[in-house]
């Protein structure tokens, strides 16, 4: 017999009304009541109704401030038992995604993630005086069910890694306004600085209103007589602020640099990936947006340091409609002879516009040129085509690879990780895939910290030509 999302409730509330105190009882039934219906679908009421009796109970006392986390056990269906969580919180961003990405990332089968948010009174010792009234504080509560029962070490890994999600997510919480104000004031004092100056600011405003969600910052200062940029300690904010945090206390490793690379720079804005992926949101690489920060006769101070991740819709904003990347658009045209208009010119900005924004936004001027310029000859004649270069800190190589639609699949390009790794020396070799509709396929190797210097053509090119068994079609390098 088939039971509607009503029914289920219904019957797992009757299951526990006799189990647990009043205010436990309210919170269940609020909880319940405000559950997607597929939510409920996959697990009986008397499996479900002791999890909650339990969780909720612990969760009807706060025993302080931040998150709780309460370690459960159910029955699988199965005949057997698995462990369960509740996690209570206050409401914040970032929370459900970032549980569920920290639970992928320790390889955990999970049946169930439900959530919802409710407010909640509470009185002072931390017990519920009320549920669902408008006005009071927002409570966020996530049932999290896992296929297994978790040895005590795993449980207590998990238990860790949701405790310091909170605890980032609740950071940036309090710090938005901090960051967000920061951005203005860079992009203000960047407007300062003619032609260029003026895009840097209208990119950080548009990264303010909605283009990047923030999650840090901190100030580098030029220190005389020193070659390595030194952390402003006192201007950290958000993730930034705990130097011995384990992911975000080293984020930075390498980035900004040193003052050399800080003025060699051709453009006072840096946009970059991180050497790590964050602990909230989306399970990527951070993104770093830097910003060179002068003086009124031009001398370098330092650098403001923002790191976070674009948003998705910032991700898909056109570069013709990007502040800054507009710009540099425009002078890859002009640096490849190319009209502004015409369908040359729409080639370009069509490759341009597909290629992994990394490259779009941090890549040299004339090496985008090229790579443009090759690509549009490859699709009136498809061929295999490598494109290297070092990123503006020389932390890693980053490798296009351009072949014949027809001669793709998966398994080539990971072969040709591994060929990249191998013959780099990289710690490991990340990769994206573009897949279109016209005649080509391109695989995007990023070859993380690989051994320097390389030489191109036989490190890079012939391994990564060897594995597609292909003809030797040119090389464009660093």
């Known amino acids: 017999m088939n039971h509607t999302p009503q029914d289920l409730r219904t019957q797992t509330l009757e299951l526990i009304k006799d189990k647990a105190a009043a205010p436990v009882v309210e919170l269940v039934q609020a909880w319940l009541a405000s559950l997607d219906a597929e939510d409920l679908a996959d697990i009986a009421p008397d499996s479900l109704a002791p999890v909650l009796v339990d969780g909720f109970t612990q969760a009807a006392k706060r025993t302080g401030s931040g998150c709780q986390i309460a370690t459960l056990r159910y029955a699988d269906g199965r005949g057997g038992m698995a462990s369960a969580l509740l996690i209570l919180n206050e409401d914040m961003p970032y929370l459900v995604d970032s549980i569920v990405m920290a639970m992928r990332r320790q390889h955990l089968a999970v049946r169930g993630v439900m959530n919802t948010v409710l407010p909640v009174r509470r009185a002072a010792d931390g017990s519920v005086e009320a549920v669902r009234q408008p006005g009071d504080p927002l409570e966020s509560y996530v049932l999290v069910l896992l296929d297994e029962e978790l040895a005590p070490e795993a449980l207590a890994a998990l238990v860790a890694a949701l405790e310091t999600v909170a605890r980032d997510a609740a950071v940036v919480r309090r710090d938005a306004a901090a960051m967000s104000e920061r951005l203005a004031a860079v992009a203000t004092a960047a407007s300062q600085h003619g032609e260029e100056g003026a895009e840097v600011a209208a990119f950080l405003e548009w990264a303010r209103s909605g283009g990047f969600e923030v999650f840090g910052y901190a100030y580098y200062r030029v220190k005389p007589g020193v070659r390595e940029l030194e952390r402003d300690i006192p201007s ?28 060699k720079r051709d ?45 998705r819709a910032g991700n898909s904003t056109p570069l013709a409609a990007l502040p800054f990347a507009r710009g540099r658009v425009a002078k890859v045209l002009s640096l490849a002879g190319v ?49 290297a270069r070092r990123d503006v800190y020389a932390r890693h190589l980053n490798v296009l690879v351009y072949l014949p639609r027809e001669r793709y699949s998966a398994s080539v390009a990971s072969s040709l990780a591994k060929a990249l790794q191998a013959s780099s020396g990289a710690t490991h070799v990340s990769m994206q895939t573009l897949v279109a509709d016209g005649p080509l396929a391109r695989v995007y190797l990023i070859a993380h910290a690989a051994r320097y210097p390389l030489d191109l053509e036989t490190d890079i090119e012939q391994p990564l030509l060897g594995v597609l068994d292909g003809g030797h079609n040119g090389f464009a390098g660093v």
């Open 236 to 263: 950290r904010v958000g993730v930034l602020q705990d130097t011995a945090h384990p992911v975000y206390g080293t984020c930075l490793a390498n980035i900004p640099g040193d003052f050399d690379t800080l003025a």
């Open 267 to 311: 453009s006072a804005l840096s946009i970059v990936k991180a050497d790590v992926a964050g602990t909230l949101h989306r399970d990527q690489q951070l993104d770093f947006i830097g910003v060179r920060d002068m003086d009124a006769q031009g001398a370098i101070l330092g650098e403001h340091c923002f790191v976070g991740l674009f948003t």
């Open 339 to 387: 009209r502004q208009q015409g369908f040359r010119a729409e080639k370009f900005r069509e490759i341009l516009e597909s290629l992994p924004r990394t490259e779009a936004l941090e890549a040299d001027l004339d090496w985008l040129a090229q790579v443009c310029g090759s690509v549009v000859s490859l699709y009136k004649q498809p061929r295999t085509k490598v494109f």
